[in-house]
């Protein structure tokens, strides 16, 4: 795929609600991954225009709950952030829009894009674009509640045979929504097949003024540019790509201000990310940034060519020391694994989508 030509006459910046952002090239929120550690560690390399918190239960968050609390832990080197809230019960959004809106948090977002089962069986993530009229309400709701922006992530429909994505997306414009983030997916897809390009480009269609935000398949430079000549969107959101490429966000950023291509990183560049990253999961965590660092073993391993071996000790490593020690072996031995071709993917469910 060749890299498509940026227009010159486009603002690299893009207006949501009462936000400029500085780029139009976000981080999509991940379960267990995207949390503030990688959040911080990604925007010090340059080029992010936003970043969106791990989905927050709205009745957990509510209830100030441990883990509501660590998923919404942001700081000043943390801007601009939205905050994703999911629930199948309207109030429980409308208060919990509220409050975040109360403790200074920028923007809300409501998810209808989750397809998990212990998601959707309470009525919350792609099941809300079930009931057409309950989610415009629902959203409505929201956007009444309070003065922050409201921003809506959702998927093509449920199956084929129930897109309706184009829709909801004209009825949450018309309720006052800022953006809305579309996956190119249908719940009963998953995480497999393809992004339906021409499903986004549709809903894009639908709309008469909001940003639309793309996501999905992103990841590289060239996928993202792909993919708003494709579908017409105003932005896109990268999840999985940003975790095989830190740099993603950078290289797409001197591409757009027309700089000379992005120098890909050295191994020490690369080392330094996996050590900021570990750095500041345990400044929040303590002890526990051990055990959150090993579900990014098998990335790391790709990404910087990490022998098996070292890579096992990462994903079961024990203490700080113990990091710091597998590091040493890794700038001792990096180059020795046989393929560097980065096949690490973020784990998704087996089996029939109705068993999620």
């Known amino acids: 795929m060749s890299l498509i030509k940026w227009s010159s006459t486009e603002s690299p910046e893009i207006q949501i609600g009462n936000r400029l952002l500085s780029s139009r090239y976000f981080l999509s929120p991940l379960a267990g991954y995207t949390q503030h550690a990688f959040r911080v560690a990604l925007r010090e390399l340059g080029g992010v225009g936003l970043c969106t918190t791990d989905l927050v239960l709205a009745s957990q968050m509510l209830s100030r709950s441990r883990k509501a609390k660590a998923l919404l832990k942001t700081s000043a080197e943390d801007n601009p952030l939205t905050v994703q809230i999911f629930s199948g019960i309207a109030q429980e959004l409308v208060v919990g829009a509220r409050w975040l809106e109360q403790q200074g948090y920028e923007a809300v977002d409501i998810n209808m894009g989750c397809p998990m089962a212990k998601i959707n069986g309470n009525g919350g993530g792609a099941r809300i674009m079930c009931a057409p009229d309950a989610a415009c ?52 897809q998953g995480f497999g097949g393809t992004v339906d390009l021409e499903g ?33 969107c105003e932005a896109v959101s990268i999840g999985r790509g940003a975790m095989l490429d830190p740099w993603i966000f950078c290289k797409i950023e001197r591409t757009v201000r027309g700089e000379e291509p992005f120098v890909e990183p050295t191994m020490e560049e690369q080392i330094k990310f996996l050590v900021r990253h570990f750095t500041l999961m345990v400044a929040q965590h303590d002890d526990y940034g051990c055990t959150l660092i090993r579900k990014f073993a098998a990335w790391y391993g790709a990404r910087l060519g990490i022998p098996e071996d070292l890579e096992d000790r990462l994903r079961r490593i024990q203490s700080i020391d113990e990091f ?18 980065p096949t690490a993917l973020i784990k998704t469910p087996n089996g029939p989508v109705e068993r999620w």
Request: hydrophobic share 40%; proline share 3%.
């Open 324 to 341: 710091h020690e597998i590091v040493k072996q890794i700038r001792l031995r990096h180059g020795e694994r046989a393929s560097s071709i």
């Open 137 to 188: 309400q629902m959203v409505a709701d929201v956007v009444d509640a309070v003065s922050i922006p409201v921003t809506v992530k959702m998927r093509l429909g449920w199956d084929r045979d129930s897109i309706t994505a184009p829709l909801l997306a004209r009825e949450f414009e018309k309720a006052g929504v800022a953006a809305i983030t579309i996956h190119g997916r249908t719940r009963n």
């Open 200 to 232: 986004i480009r549709r809903t894009v269609e639908a709309v008469q003024q909001i940003p639309v935000v793309g996501n999905g398949d992103v990841c590289t430079v060239e996928d993202a540019f792909h993919m708003r000549n494709e579908t017409g």
